[in-house]
């Protein structure tokens, strides 16, 4: 299996600017997480869907962020419009809870760079 | 306060040396504990998974869990160069559909 991917690997752009990450999820999985990093923050859950749909977005920082999930193997996370402060690495991650492999499977990120 | 409290580090120790990483939580409604092991620019992997209090060993490594005192470990024995990364501790509720609360993870390096 390819594992989680994720795209584009790196984004820069500029301030009011529409922003897209894309994420396609291990085949089989139906949880499928979006997660931020950043150094003062540490690794947070934005939001989380099960079987393509939101379930919690309580870690959505505000109507700036959407998050969608149209099938099982794609989701995205849009920031319309873009700060500096949404500067981070922001994470897919997809797992099968409540079976025998439920661990959640992270890829391998998106920095995203505002300025 | 957070729900999870992990020391950020950075912790440095000699080739060899026995590493202790933790984690405290308030919520006792956790039950099921990881560790995750993240390398620079990299997304995070699971390390080690336990749902019990007491120890579970996997090689090098050593997962310990205080339910009572609230409390996590991950000893890694006779580190290597190879374990630098950063490590963050996790933890869920059953119910929750495997929503992870993540520690502020602590980044180590294994001098040679």
């Known amino acids: 299996d390819a594992g989680v991917i994720q795209s584009p690997r790196h984004e820069v752009t500029e301030m009011g600017q529409e922003v897209t990450l894309r994420c396609k999820p291990i085949s089989g999985h139906d949880y499928l997480f979006w997660y931020r990093q950043t150094m003062m923050r540490g690794l947070e859950l934005l939001i989380y869907?099960?079987?393509?749909?939101?379930?919690?977005d309580s870690g959505m920082p505000e109507d700036r962020f959407s998050a969608k999930m149209p099938n099982a193997s794609f989701s995205t996370l849009k920031i319309q419009p873009s700060e500096p402060r949404d500067s981070a690495v922001y994470f897919c991650a997809s797992s099968s809870w409540g079976s025998s492999t439920d661990t959640q499977y992270f890829g391998p990120g998106t920095r995203l760079t505002v300025l | 306060q957070k729900e999870v409290e992990q020391d950020p580090g950075p912790l440095s120790v000699p080739e060899g040396a026995i590493v202790s990483l933790n984690c405290t939580y308030s919520?006792?409604?956790?039950?099921?504990f990881m560790w995750y092991r993240q390398y620079s620019r990299k997304g995070p992997e699971l390390l080690m998974y336990?749902?019990?209090?007491g120890n579970k060993e996997d090689g090098r490594f050593t997962a310990q869990v205080d339910k009572s005192s609230k409390y996590i470990s991950l000893f890694i024995r006779d580190s290597q160069p190879s374990d630098s990364a950063t490590y963050l501790c996790?933890?869920?509720?059953?119910?929750?559909?495997?929503?992870?609360?993540f520690g502020q993870g602590t980044e180590l390096s294994v001098k040679p």
């Open positions: 919520n006792s409604a956790f039950q099921y």
């Open positions: 336990t749902y019990s209090s």
């Open positions: 869907f099960n079987n393509n749909v939101p379930i919690d």
């Open positions: 996790a933890m869920t509720i059953y119910n929750q559909g495997g929503k992870l609360i």
